[in-house]
């Protein structure tokens, strides 16, 4: 059975700087296969991604979202998925204020 998650998500092969996501994710049970809003990530351990699209060959970053929201590397947009917003704010981030917000400006980890 496929374990479903909230997680970060990032296409990493047009831009590094590419907008951000976090939505939910089903994870095979061997955790090298993620499905994603019809896309199946595959796992790979190359350079700034750890997924790449079956189909397309795009590069990806999946992880598990930051407590303190700073998910992207240089900083930048995320957007949320509806359905994962209360799950996001509530349980993740401890933000209860924030429920209704579906995308917010993250911090560069690099500061």
Not at 8 to 18: C, N, T
Request: with cysteine; charged share 35%; proline share 2%.
């Amino acid at each position: 059975m496929n374990k479903r998650l909230v997680m970060y998500v990032e296409g990493k092969s047009h831009a590094v700087d590419g907008r951000g996501r976090i939505g939910w994710v089903e994870r095979s049970r061997s955790c090298r296969v993620y499905h994603y809003r019809g896309q199946v990530l595959r796992m790979s351990f190359e350079g700034r991604y750890n997924c790449f699209d079956a189909g397309s060959g795009e590069r990806y970053l999946v992880a598990e979202p930051k407590r303190n929201g700073s998910d992207k590397l240089n900083g930048g947009f995320i957007d949320i998925d509806d359905d994962a917003r209360e799950e996001y704010w509530l349980r993740i981030r401890n933000l209860p204020d924030c429920v209704n917000l579906s995308s917010f400006l993250a911090e560069s980890r690099r500061e």
